[in-house]
């Protein structure tokens, strides 16, 4: 049995499918887990997300921002942003079906020797925290869709420390686990807006840097970071290789860390 992790997929079916050629994938023996994103940009997104409902005994994903974003258009209606991509997805007949999925989708996955996530472990919890977060948000997002996509999006407060109430929290937790790049060096705050390689922003620290995470039980999977692109460092390894922008869709079998890519 082997078991691969997939980056960034957003909507980029074509690429998928060659990707599971090339990585010779059986849904009888295998294991599939993506990074998150799924959807969004790449044009496929209904085939995408049908396909992994459809596989769904043997493969799973964490939330990612464009996830999010999708189910927030879903159960929020009113706050509809023009999204053709989404609208083909709202249209098709087994659209319940497939978002009812999406919603009970975990924030963070934890194997024996890796866990798993869209953008990042904030620094400043341990994994007991992480675990504890991820359930808050997953918790309050199935009970009350409607009103939980009201209030998650925004870039504050930017450090847990300036976390004034309930809807603070959760849209924090939201932030670093699936937007997060860079924090500030002194203060640890978030950086949501750089987004570019870590040349370019030699003046930030990737939440990955931080001295709370140059040590970490297991390796940190993640993807979101597509500047940042196929990245290994002793605890970490970024999967995100910007197939959506032209570039490369990766897989890692975790059984040997062999890297495939299309
Ligand atoms: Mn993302």
Same mark, same amino acid.
Not at 29 to 55: I, K, P
Not at 138 to 147: G, L, V, W
């Given at each position: 049995?082997a078991h691969?992790?997939i ?11 060659e990707?599971?050629v090339a990585?010779?994938f059986?849904p009888q023996?295998d294991?599939?887990?993506f ?6 940009r790449?044009g496929?997104s209904?085939e995408m997300?049908r396909?992994?409902?459809?596989h769904?005994?043997?493969?799973d994903?964490?939330l990612?921002?464009?996830?999010l974003?999708l189910?927030s258009k879903?159960y929020?209606p009113?706050?509809r ?6 609208d083909v997805?709202?249209?098709a007949g087994?659209?319940?079906e497939l978002l009812?999925?999406?919603?009970q989708?975990?924030m963070?996955l934890?194997?024996?020797?890796c866990?798993?996530v869209h ?5 400043l919890?341990n994994p007991?925290?992480w ?14 869709? #409607?009103?939980f996509?009201?209030?998650?999006f925004?870039?504050?407060? +930017?450090h847990w420390? !300036? @976390?004034?109430n309930?809807?603070?929290k959760?849209?924090?937790i939201?932030?670093?686990m699936t937007r997060m790049r860079?924090?500030?060096p002194k203060?640890?705050?978030?950086n949501l807006?750089?987004k ?5 922003n030699?003046?930030l ?13 297991k390796?940190?999977i993640?993807?979101h970071?597509? #500047? ?9 390894i970024? +999967?995100d290789?910007? !197939? @959506?922008?032209?570039?490369m869709?990766?897989?890692?079998r ?5 890297l495939?890519q299309?």
């Amino acid at each position: 049995m082997a078991h691969f992790v997939i980056g960034d997929v957003q909507g980029c079916f074509d690429a998928f499918n060659e990707l599971l050629v090339a990585i010779e994938f059986d849904p009888q023996s295998d294991q599939l887990t993506f990074c998150g994103d799924l959807v969004n940009r790449g044009g496929q997104s209904l085939e995408m997300l049908r396909w992994a409902y459809q596989h769904r005994s043997c493969c799973d994903t964490v939330l990612g921002n464009h996830d999010l974003s999708l189910l927030s258009k879903y159960y929020c209606p009113k706050q509809r942003v023009k999204n053709a991509e989404f609208d083909v997805i709202f249209q098709a007949g087994d659209s319940d079906e497939l978002l009812a999925w999406l919603l009970q989708r975990p924030m963070i996955l934890e194997f024996p020797h890796c866990w798993i996530v869209h953008a990042g472990f904030y620094p400043l919890w341990n994994p007991r925290k992480w675990h504890k977060h991820a359930n808050r948000v997953t918790e309050f997002m199935r009970a009350d869709p #409607a009103s939980f996509f009201k209030f998650m999006f925004g870039n504050r407060p +930017l450090h847990w420390d !300036k @976390v004034k109430n309930k809807k603070d929290k959760l849209r924090f937790i939201v932030n670093a686990m699936t937007r997060m790049r860079y924090l500030d060096p002194k203060t640890s705050n978030l950086n949501l807006k750089e987004k570019g390689t870590l040349r370019d922003n030699v003046n930030l620290m990737p939440w990955f840097r931080h001295p709370r995470l140059t040590q970490t039980e297991k390796t940190i999977i993640f993807g979101h970071w597509s #500047a940042l692109g196929l990245y290994q460092d002793n605890n970490v390894i970024c +999967l995100d290789t910007g !197939k @959506v922008w032209g570039g490369m869709l990766t897989a890692l079998r975790l059984n040997d860390g062999i890297l495939f890519q299309v």
